[in-house]
């Protein structure tokens, strides 16, 4: 997939890859070989999100990431999950139990939702961790779990790899 900005990352061999439509992001997400369409023809939506990541990069305690307009969630709960995400600042977790009860929800829920995420680092998915530990990561593996990992560790988090 051509996407519209790759932002490079410290976070290893690759970027975040950014795509918008008319004035929203709609998607964020951390493709190992992404490669970015003409930076001049990225929409600006796709263009201020990235000049978001590299401030976040910067200063995790950046606001520029929570202005960043995104398209709507695929549903009402997913929404209401978004809302609780974006307003928990850097440097602080919510374990998926925390969210879950917030949300008067169950955990399995909260962790379905967090998989659909279209918009990580936006809708900041990597601050919810399981009660023992770290916890998964968009449903994947150990690579995207360290991510999650140097994300929190970014943002002054230090969480066991446990759980």
């Given at each position: 997939m051509i996407w519209d900005v790759v932002v490079p990352t410290p976070?290893?061999?690759?970027?975040?890859?950014?795509?918008?439509?008319?004035?929203?992001?709609?998607?964020?997400?951390?493709?190992?070989?992404?490669?970015?369409?003409?930076?001049?023809?990225a929409p600006a939506a796709a263009r201020a999100a990235a000049?978001?990541?590299?401030?976040?990069?910067?200063d995790p305690h950046d606001p520029g990431l929570a202005a960043v307009p995104l398209a709507a969630p695929a549903s009402p709960f997913q929404a209401r999950l978004r809302a609780l995400l974006r307003a928990l600042p850097p440097g602080r977790t919510v374990t998926y139990a925390e969210a879950a009860r917030?949300?008067?929800?169950?955990?399995?829920?909260v962790g379905a939702a967090l998989r659909a995420n279209p918009v990580p680092l936006f809708v900041p998915c990597h601050r919810v961790v399981a009660a023992g530990g770290l916890g998964g990561y968009a449903g994947a593996g150990p690579?995207?779990?360290?991510?999650?990992?140097a994300l929190l560790a970014h943002e002054g988090v230090s969480v066991p790899e446990g759980a």
């Open positions: 976070l290893g061999p690759f970027g975040i890859a950014l795509d918008a439509a008319g004035r929203v992001l709609r998607a964020a997400f951390l493709p190992p070989g992404a490669r970015p369409a003409q930076a001049a023809a000049r978001a990541v590299a401030a976040y990069f910067e917030r949300l008067a929800s169950a955990p399995r829920a690579r995207l779990r360290r991510v999650k990992a």
